[in-house]
């Protein structure tokens, strides 16, 4: 070992994983802060559930606020809404026509119907039981659609005629203009006033105007300051966000001088969030003062049951980083209950899980520095990690890309120092002018593939040393437990690296991700099975010289392949289409209920799940791979069994590529991962040894017999 890796690069190394641990420290405190979750549901659905339960609004709320919700998202006011509940008396104009009688419309239209004056193609609005309402939408109204198509034909009380679309669709498109009826107006001040009185906070989910314009943002946040109300949140809703295409920067300054943070909707793949045009843009503006928001699709949440939607709520929580738990109520009953029981129910479910796993409920807490705060807005700023601390980790994984390539190939001294040096300066530099993105995705990409294939080299050096002192059973899953430590020990260093390198706002709330997930699940096996053939002779030579690893891989190109190779050959491919299928978050190979089954009790079990790739594919071949090599079984068993072994440690350096998972919780997931693939694969160990005899037993019959 000691000539084989460089004393100054493993200096070097070391000493940078000091930094990153420094970094993962800070990171491990603002995370920590972070730890209050907002309970939100939608105004009016629970207005919805007290009349279908014929119960009155404020009793209803009530019972919801006990429940554990603290908040109430209110959307924009519809002309549909308002005729609704009285606010107004709003008929398009085709209706008025059918019916001359104005039946409908109170009587309020006579005056028009009989002058003639009624065009099919506009809706008419007549003042209704508030004033304030009706000034709140006329004004609404001409910043939407301008004075040309809103005119006032009627005094006492006084009517709009607002030309466009008079129809009414039985389910909103957002990706078509909406018609009158149902188009966006505004937040209601009365609305946003009744949440407040009753309790709650608000979450605002206003559409963008079209077209936007400065005195129309204003004229949301006006509705706010009338209100009183004390606004948490802003979601996105519709296609675009507010201030879309040009006036981001005007709406993320009213943002923070009110004090209200966005809302990031995880998307349904858990992967980033759901998009509207120009989100990205507003939540850099925003300084990335934002929480990510969970919530169950609502054509999937008609689909499931109270139980399998309430597991979700906590361990999206703790897993995930999300701070708002955004519910959809169920609105058909289950198990013999009421929609009302029902869904209290569901609320004090997730509030009393989500408070057992140690989050206290309120106003949600955001990621951030963990400094003093600004005078005017509780926002402190965005954690970004020190630009010099991140380009020593830059050192650190080049030195280790160069103790891999001198494994490789022949590398002098100068060489290996070289690229670090030249290799980590350049990160440095580029890290230091820009933003460096993409320098540091590719430092993450380097520690994420070749740490997993050092840490097999390092416990093949061992497996070489002590091979010829195998000792009992006993004594080999002795030191196979202790050996798979170290293993993990060092594979860990790398995670460290990334979970330091890319640790600040952006990747906790996934505005960048890690980039090449597939190609980290497959790269390390790769690498560890380049430096195991580069270590071992797979061919027996006629002069007993050993091949270089460019003569071995040209042989291995060169073998004739028989009927059986080509059915070991296809059991591989399946189960590497599994293994890179069932990767990342995009559609790919299913996931069997009984592994859901596990998956629930694991989380049940422990603090954090491990990951199966760990448990039950790489540390029990881990075991096995140091039984093949004790023992001396054939060279392709042995590389086979390091390259599955090594998957565990790959998987395992994976698992802090999500940023979004707290980096305590990574750490102790790994720590589950090896104790419980430690006892799978000290029974997969055992088994074996105790069937081997009988195994080579039956080999030499077969011997005997030709």
């Keep these: 070992m000691k000539n084989r890796y460089n004393h100054i690069?493993?200096?070097?190394?070391?000493?940078?994983?000091?930094?990153?641990?420094?970094?993962?420290?800070?990171?491990?405190?603002?995370?920590?802060?972070?730890?209050?979750?907002?309970?939100?549901?939608?105004y009016q659905i629970l207005k919805r559930i007290a009349d279908w339960e014929g119960l009155s609004e404020r009793s209803v709320l009530n019972q919801f606020k006990d429940a554990g919700i603290t908040t109430l998202a209110v959307y924009d006011t519809t002309l549909e809404r308002l005729d609704k509940d009285g606010s107004i008396v709003a008929i398009p104009g085709k209706d008025l026509l059918r019916n001359s009688k104005d039946s409908t419309g109170g009587g309020v239209f006579k005056q028009l119907a009989q002058r003639g004056e009624l065009k099919y193609d506009a809706v008419y609005i007549a003042e209704g039981d508030s004033k304030s309402v009706f000034s709140e939408l006329l004004t609404d109204l001409r910043l939407r659609y301008g004075f040309n198509r809103v005119s006032i034909v009627g005094n006492n009380p006084v009517i709009l005629e607002v030309k466009g679309d008079p129809r009414e669709l039985d389910l909103v498109d957002y990706e078509?203009?909406?018609?009158?009826?149902?188009?966006?107006?505004?937040?209601?001040?009365?609305?946003?006033?009744?949440?407040?009185?009753?309790?709650?906070?608000?979450?605002?989910?206003?559409?963008?105007?079209?077209?936007?314009?400065?005195?129309?943002?204003?004229?949301?946040?006006?509705?706010i300051a009338a209100s009183g109300a004390k606004v948490t949140a802003y979601l996105p809703s519709g296609v675009d966000v507010v201030g879309y295409p040009d006036n981001e920067y005007y709406m993320s300054r009213l943002l923070h001088d009110y004090d209200i943070r966005m809302g990031l909707i995880e998307h349904v793949t858990q992967l980033q969030f759901a998009k509207f045009n120009g989100l990205s843009d507003?939540?850099?503006?925003?300084?990335?003062?934002?929480?990510?928001?969970?919530?169950?699709?609502?054509?999937?949440?008609?689909?499931?049951?109270?139980?399998?939607?309430?597991?979700?709520?906590?361990?999206?929580?703790?897993?995930?980083?999300?701070?708002?738990?955004?519910?959809?109520?169920?609105?058909?009953?289950?198990?013999?209950?009421?929609?009302?029981?029902?869904?209290?129910?569901?609320?004090?479910?997730?509030?009393?899980?989500?408070?057992?796993?140690?989050?206290?409920?309120?106003?949600?807490?955001?990621?951030?520095?963990?400094?003093?705060?600004?005078?005017?807005?509780?926002?402190?700023?965005?954690?970004?990690?020190?630009?010099?601390?991140?380009g020593i980790l830059a050192f650190g994984i080049f030195a280790a890309l160069a103790v891999y390539l001198s494994l490789l190939v022949q590398l002098s001294l100068r060489q290996q120092l070289g690229l670090t040096i030249l290799g980590g300066g350049a990160a440095l530099v580029i890290i230091y002018l820009s933003r460096g993105l993409l320098t540091r995705q590719a430092l993450a990409f380097i520690a994420a593939v070749v740490f997993p294939a050092l840490s097999m080299s390092v416990i093949l050096d061992i497996w070489e040393r002590f091979r010829d002192?195998?000792?009992s059973l006993a004594a080999?899953?002795?030191?196979?437990?202790?050996?798979?430590?170290?293993?993990?020990?060092?594979?860990?260093?790398?995670?460290?690296?990334?979970?330091?390198?890319?640790?600040?706002?952006?990747?906790?709330?996934?505005?960048?991700?890690?980039?090449?997930?597939?190609?980290?699940?497959?790269?390390?096996?790769?690498?560890?099975?380049?430096?195991?053939?580069?270590?071992?002779?797979?061919?027996?030579?006629?002069d007993g010289q050993p091949l270089s690893l460019a003569a071995q891989l040209k042989r291995l190109c060169q073998v004739k392949l028989s009927v059986a190779h080509l059915l070991v050959l296809a059991v591989l491919g399946i189960v590497a289409i599994v293994f890179v299928g069932r990767s990342g978050h995009s559609a790919g190979v299913p996931v069997p209920a009984l592994e859901i089954k596990l998956r629930v009790l694991l989380e049940q079990l422990m603090y954090a799940r491990p990951r199966e790739k760990e448990f039950l594919v790489g540390h029990p071949a881990f075991y096995l791979a140091a039984l093949a090599l004790y023992q001396k079984w054939p060279r392709i068993w042995q590389l086979l069994l390091v390259m599955a072994a090594t998957i565990g440690q790959g998987s395992l350096v994976q698992t802090f590529c999500h940023m979004r998972t707290p980096v305590l919780m990574s750490y102790i997931r790994a720590l589950d991962g090896y104790v419980l693939g430690a006892v799978i694969g000290i029974i997969v160990l055992g088994v074996v040894a105790l069937l081997l005899p009988y195994v080579r037993k039956w080999q030499r019959s077969l011997v005997a017999d030709e």
């Design 476 to 542: 080999l899953v002795f030191n196979a437990t202790w050996q798979l430590a170290l293993a993990i020990l060092i594979s860990l260093a790398g995670a460290t690296f990334i979970a330091s390198v890319l640790g600040d706002n952006r990747f906790f709330l996934e505005a960048d991700i890690y980039r090449g997930v597939k190609l980290t699940f497959i790269l390390p096996p790769l690498l560890a099975a380049l430096l195991f053939i580069r270590r071992y002779d797979m061919f027996d030579t006629a």
């Design 282 to 390: 507003l939540l850099e503006e925003s300084n990335y003062d934002a929480v990510r928001v969970y919530t169950i699709d609502q054509m999937e949440n008609g689909k499931i049951t109270m139980p399998e939607g309430m597991r979700r709520w906590s361990v999206s929580d703790e897993e995930r980083n999300i701070r708002m738990n955004y519910i959809r109520p169920f609105l058909k009953p289950q198990g013999a209950k009421d929609i009302l029981q029902l869904n209290l129910d569901y609320v004090r479910g997730i509030t009393a899980s989500v408070q057992k796993a140690g989050f206290k409920i309120g106003t949600a807490t955001v990621l951030q520095q963990t400094g003093p705060t600004t005078s005017t807005n509780s926002f402190a700023g965005p954690y970004f990690p020190p630009k010099l601390a991140v």
């Design 176 to 223: 078509h203009k909406t018609p009158l009826m149902q188009a966006p107006l505004g937040l209601s001040s009365k609305e946003m006033r009744n949440v407040r009185n009753a309790g709650f906070n608000v979450v605002v989910r206003p559409q963008n105007y079209l077209p936007v314009s400065r005195q129309a943002i204003d004229n949301i946040f006006a509705r």
């Design 469 to 471: 002192k195998t000792g």
């Design 9 to 42: 690069l493993v200096a070097i190394i070391l000493l940078s994983l000091v930094c990153g641990l420094w970094l993962v420290y800070n990171r491990y405190k603002v995370e920590v802060r972070n730890d209050t979750v907002e309970m939100v549901m939608d």
